[in-house]
T-cell receptor, first 114, second 110 residues
Framework: DVKVTQSSRYLVKRTGEKVFLECVQD?????MFWYRQDPGLGLRLIYF???????EKGDIPEGYSVSREKKERFSLILESASTNQTSMYLC?????????????FGPGTRLTVL | QKEVEQNSGPLSVPEGAIASLNCTYS??????FFWYRQYSGKSPELIMS????GDKEDGRFTAQLNKASQYVSLLIRDSQPSDSATYLC??????????FGKGTRLHILP
């Protein structure tokens, strides 16, 4: 079974802090994704990566950056956390050179910024 | 703007009945279609994928795809209380990105 893990299930941070969210997958998937999910807004793509050291902006990249130094690990960074970044953050991975395949999600990190 | 539309619900279905969830999409060249189930507070879990017109059955679940009409549906037979969840429809776009609908909340009445 594909396993995607995220570093924390719940996280509370203060405004202005730098926040790191880690995601690791153990199935040698090429593609990794970061989403946030908010009530009424659904899943929104923040960043994605099709290869090591490669990253592309999704629909809402502002206020975020990412890092992919190893194939299995994809990190999301909030440079200076703000209250409007309080959300559920979901990491996903998929195989292949195309996005036309299923994405598998990690358990999510519920981030609260005070 | 490429879109995936779902009725937000809640859709209430008696236990044992058939639940029918619908999804329409705007990109005519979409090739891959997925249904995810998401329990409250949990992450989405893939339950069905479908790539060609027609029906695909897996246990109590049947996915139906009609590319000419640009809709995909999910039928759940013999609905159980454990099927109560939000169901997300996901569709690939011509540039290989996946777009998710906002989901339909399904409530199975015991």
């Amino acid at each position: 079974d594909v396993k995607v893990t995220q570093s924390s299930r719940y996280l509370v941070k203060r405004t202005g802090e730098k926040v790191f969210l880690e995601c690791v997958q153990d199935m040698d998937h090429e593609n990794m994704f970061w989403y946030r999910q908010d009530p009424g807004l659904g899943l929104r793509l923040i960043y994605f990566s099709y290869d090591v050291k490669m990253k592309e902006k999704g629909d809402i990249p502002e206020g975020y950056s990412v890092s992919r130094e190893k194939k299995e690990r994809f990190s999301l960074i909030l440079e200076s956390a703000s209250t409007n970044q309080t959300s559920m953050y979901l990491c996903a991975s998929s195989t292949g050179t195309s996005g036309w395949v299923e994405q598998f999600f990690g358990p999510g990190t519920r981030l609260t910024v005070l | 703007q490429k879109e995936v539309e779902q009725n937000s619900g809640p859709l209430s279905v008696p236990e044992g009945a058939i639940a029918s969830l619908n999804c329409t999409y705007s990109d005519r060249v979409s090739q891959s279609f997925f249904w995810y189930r998401q329990y409250s507070g949990k992450s989405p879990e893939l339950i069905m994928s479908i790539y060609s017109n027609g029906d695909k059955e897996d246990g109590r679940f049947t996915a139906q795809l009609n590319k000419a009409s640009q809709y995909v549906s999910l039928l759940i037979r013999d609905s159980q209380p454990s099927d109560s969840a939000t169901y997300l429809c996901a569709v690939t776009l011509r540039d290989d990105k996946i777009i998710f609908g906002k989901g339909t909340r399904l409530h199975i009445l015991p």
